[in-house]
């Protein structure tokens, strides 16, 4: 049976996987948040795996504040890069492959047609900053490993623009939303589906691109959320001048996937 350590656990991606975890009968799941493995702690990572003795290090801990990231620079980086050392060192140690989630903000968002694996990364925000150094660290150091980058990740689960759109119509009659920002929005269950097709079907290790197949405006994805809860509130698009945010965010982050 294959044994998989997971650490984030209790985030967004981390939920949806343990919901689905009952469908993976040869799997035996470590499922840890971060109150049980703080990844940042390299002492306790080290601890952990010692006593859990995984195949695989699931890596869903994040630091996913984009704006904040802009004022919490040092805490962005400890847990997107130097706590991804750690688990580094400690998959080197005891003979894990790692698998980790990053990001399509790794790219400026200048191009205009897919970023594909093999574009180079240009962040222009420190969240996409530090997940590239995490990134790095991974390149550098291991040879077992599958870095995975998506995009506009939303689930039932955690902090993300679907379940946000859904709390402002609770309240508001109209909302207005970035029209000049592409990418692809994924849903988080299928992410972890995918994470597990990797290692159950030992696929090659590297970087891998995955997101949903609809191409869309944060706009056109409010809509799209507005009508599948048949939920009437007025919509108004609006361009990334009006909507002051902390952090810069790519015009065009859509990640090219090899089917």
């Known amino acids: 049976m294959v044994r998989i350590l997971v650490t984030g656990a209790g985030g967004q991606s981390g939920q949806c996987l343990q919901s689905i975890s009952q ?14 493995l703080d990844i940042t702690d390299e002492v306790r990572v080290n601890e952990v795996f010692s006593k859990e003795h995984p195949d695989y290090c699931l890596n869903l801990a994040a630091y996913t504040a984009v704006d904040k990231a802009e004022d919490e620079v040092d805490l962005a980086y400890k847990v997107n890069a130097e706590a991804v050392l750690y688990l580094v060192k400690s998959c080197q140690k005891y003979n894990v492959t790692l698998v980790h989630i990053s990001t399509d903000f790794v790219f400026d968002g200048e191009k205009n047609t897919p970023y594909m694996v093999s574009d180079v990364p240009n962040p222009i925000n420190v969240y996409g900053a530090s997940k590239l150094k995490g990134e790095e660290y991974i390149k550098a150091s291991l ?39 592409v990418g692809c929005p994924t849903d988080a269950v299928e992410l972890v589906k995918y994470l597990l097709f990797l290692m159950q079907e030992k696929q090659e290790y590297g970087v891998y691109h995955y997101r949903g197949n609809v191409v869309c405006s944060w706009y056109e994805f409010a809509l799209s959320i507005f009508k599948e809860n048949n939920i009437n509130i007025k919509v108004n698009p609006i361009g990334t001048e009006e909507y002051p945010s902390r952090a810069r965010r790519p015009k065009y982050s859509v990640l090219g996937v090899i089917k």
């Not at 469908?23 to 049980?36: D, G, H, L, W």
């Open 143 to 181: 040879e077992k490993y599958y870095i995975v980058r998506t995009s506009w990740v939303y689930s039932d689960y955690g902090h993300n623009f679907k379940k946000t759109m859904l709390r402002l119509a609770e309240t508001r009659d109209e909302v207005s939303v970035v029209c000049d920002q």
């Open 23 to 36: 469908e993976y009968k040869e799997v035996e799941f470590v499922f840890m948040n971060s109150t049980e």
